[in-house]
């Protein structure tokens, strides 16, 4: 559980996008995660003095309340389910969280917690509940190239449909970045939206950083949410006739073999591999 470089980086950017981190709870007691040495760079470039640097990360101690407080914390809650890192609170997230803790902080963190909890609809629905109104979420988490990091690696279609204003919230940013210093950042486009699957293969780790906003306190996940496509039917044809074949029997599985070299070439030629760059849209430095 923790901030990598790049996730570090997003973090300070969304000071200039009204998040506000005066109350936080985090999932997961945070660790800055990574080379102090490009830790030391990035703070530097966003205007840290070597002072301010060394209450903020050191080679002995890597937790990640000094710099939540440089971003402007007051308070900060830890949540695990154990305190072999020194939570503040210890609570197991598959449960209910108790009702003194529901709207009451500004922002709530989760990087790489999440994914490792059995009852991610409950664990879930206690972030949300949380947070008060006007306040936000950020989530870290796994989308691709994590087959057994967790229980589970996500989708953005995932997250669309929670955060949706059914529930009280929405999506404000969606990124799509890689763990490492000089990722390329992506915004994530909603598959609702564009009324298509927004889905990639690629070679690389890949995590998705997303912010969602508290716009009114509703019944969170009254109603389970479902994939927009199916819940839609944007690709229902209806017609259920099967075309007649007019080329020739072997053009068919050739082609077939072509268009699977091709994705497969394309899968590690590329950062967001078989993506659609319509749906995966490169933010400049």
């Given amino acids: 559980m923790g901030f990598n470089i790049k996730t570090t980086e997003l973090l300070l950017q969304t000071k200039k996008l009204d998040v506000n981190f005066s109350i936080v709870a985090t999932i997961g007691r945070q660790t800055l995660n990574g080379s ?13 003095s070597n002072e301010e640097i060394g209450h903020l990360i050191s080679r002995e101690n890597r937790y990640s309340e000094q710099f939540l407080m440089s971003l402007g914390a007051d308070s900060i809650e830890t949540f695990d389910a154990s305190n072999y890192e020194g939570a503040s ?21 989760d990087s790489g917690s999440l994914e490792h909890i059995f009852n991610f609809p409950q664990a879930i629905k206690n972030c949300m509940e949380m947070i008060v109104e006007g306040g936000h979420m950020i989530g870290v988490t796994p989308s691709n190239n994590f087959l057994g990091h967790g229980f589970y690696q ?3 279609e995932l997250f669309y449909r929670v955060f949706s ?6 999506i404000e940013k969606m990124w799509l970045f890689f763990p490492r210093a000089d990722s390329p950042v992506y915004e994530v486009s909603d598959p609702a939206k564009v009324k298509s699957r927004v889905s990639l293969a690629n070679s690389e780790e890949t995590f998705l950083f997303y912010i969602a906003r ?24 209806g017609s259920g006739t099967k075309k007649k074949q ?24 590329s950062p967001i591999g078989t993506g659609n760059k319509n749906f995966f849209k490169k933010l400049e430095p």
Wanted: charged share 25%; net charge positive; no cysteine.
């Fill in 36 to 48: 102090y040495v490009e830790f030391e760079k990035i703070f530097k470039r966003y205007g840290y």
């Fill in 89 to 109: 609170q210890i609570w197991d997230m598959n449960l209910p969280v108790p009702n003194d803790q529901k709207e009451k902080y500004s922002l709530v963190i």
């Fill in 154 to 156: 996500f989708s953005p």
């Fill in 165 to 170: 204003l059914e529930n009280g919230f929405e």
């Fill in 214 to 237: 508290r716009t009114k306190v509703v019944d969170v996940l009254a109603k389970a949410p479902q994939q927009s496509d199916y819940e839609h039917m944007v690709w229902k044809n």
């Fill in 246 to 269: 007019v080329l020739p029997s072997f053009i068919i599985p050739l082609g077939l073999f072509i268009l699977k070299k091709l994705k497969r070439f394309k899968s590690i030629s």
